[in-house]
């Protein structure tokens, strides 16, 4: 290996340290749970078959079958109809944490060590939502803390705005092991819970950051390269439609940064459209 490789190599590493990889996974997915399942089936044909009772016979123990290990249940539709309950019944964005905190629907809060609730100014015009926690948001329990949040903070400071001007959250909550990507059905049980946050907060302007965020609040099937750059509209379940800019993340960012000035593209709309909101 040369230098070059070595230091791209290192370079590489400290990226996925940095960005809250703690797992090593295997090229291929692993269904653990069919796996198990069929562990489980072959042990019991095993007993039923012709003479397993005789060869068993006068022994002191009965065969001894080691359980299935315990899965995580799938988020089904009564998870998903007791989030949108949960976040209905919330007046106050402190009763909406509450209800969060308490919330056990959803797999990915026995796995976080933290819930990341918001940041920032609940009174702000613009609010901010990204897609789910990374490690350094899972311990600190505040959204974009890391890398990530270190350069929003830049692209904010670049049109005016900081974290005292503005309000960020996620779609996820908590931190999906080892920084994976949310299944769908975890997006839809966390749905409720982000778009009453965005109704209880009420921005004048709302900044989608990733693919996932816009497709969840802008309920969009293009990708966020396509979406970028236009304004779309989020409607609450009360009726108020919320200017929404789809923009890329900034973890995007870090690993392309030639899409950058895209990004500052769209923020110089952001900065536009407040300044003619406020005037207005």
């Not at 290192?10 to 703690?22: Q, S, T």
């Not at 001007?165 to 949310?182: E, H, L």
């Not at 509209?233 to 800019?245: C, F, K, L, W």
């Amino acid at each position: 290996m040369d230098l070059s490789s070595e230091k791209e190599l290192r370079e590489l590493l400290a990226f996925y340290a940095e960005a809250g990889v703690d797992a090593a996974l295997t090229e291929d997915p692993a269904n653990r749970l069919v796996a198990e399942d069929a562990r489980t089936v072959t042990a019991m044909r095993q007993v039923d078959r012709p003479g397993a009772a005789a060869a068993t016979a006068g022994q002191n123990q009965a065969p001894v079958f080691a359980a299935p290990k315990m899965a995580v249940a799938v988020p089904d539709e009564g998870q998903v109809a007791l989030a949108r309950q949960r976040a209905a019944s919330a007046a106050t964005l402190d009763e909406l944490h509450l209800q969060m905190a308490a919330f056990e629907g959803c797999n990915l809060k026995f796995t976080a060590k933290n819930l990341v609730f918001a940041d920032g100014n609940p009174a702000a015009d613009v609010m901010i939502v990204g897609e789910a926690p990374g490690r350094d948001e899972d311990l600190e329990g505040l959204p974009f803390v890391g890398r990530s949040g270190q350069l929003l903070d830049r692209m904010l400071a670049a049109i005016g705005l900081d974290r005292e001007s503005v309000y960020i959250a996620n779609v996820i909550p908590w931190r999906p092991p080892g920084n994976r990507t949310p299944t769908p059905q975890e997006t839809e049980i966390c749905r409720p819970f982000i778009e009453r946050q965005v109704e209880l907060v009420g921005p004048k302007i709302l900044v989608t950051l990733g693919g996932p965020s816009a497709k969840t609040l802008l309920n969009a099937t293009e990708g966020v390269l396509r979406l970028r750059g236009s304004w779309k509209a989020h409607v609450t379940a009360s009726g108020v439609t919320i200017p929404a800019m789809p923009t890329l993340h900034p973890a995007y960012l870090l690993r392309n940064p030639a899409h950058k000035k895209l990004a500052w593209r769209d923020f110089l709309e952001i900065k536009a459209k407040l300044l003619a909101l406020r005037a207005g």
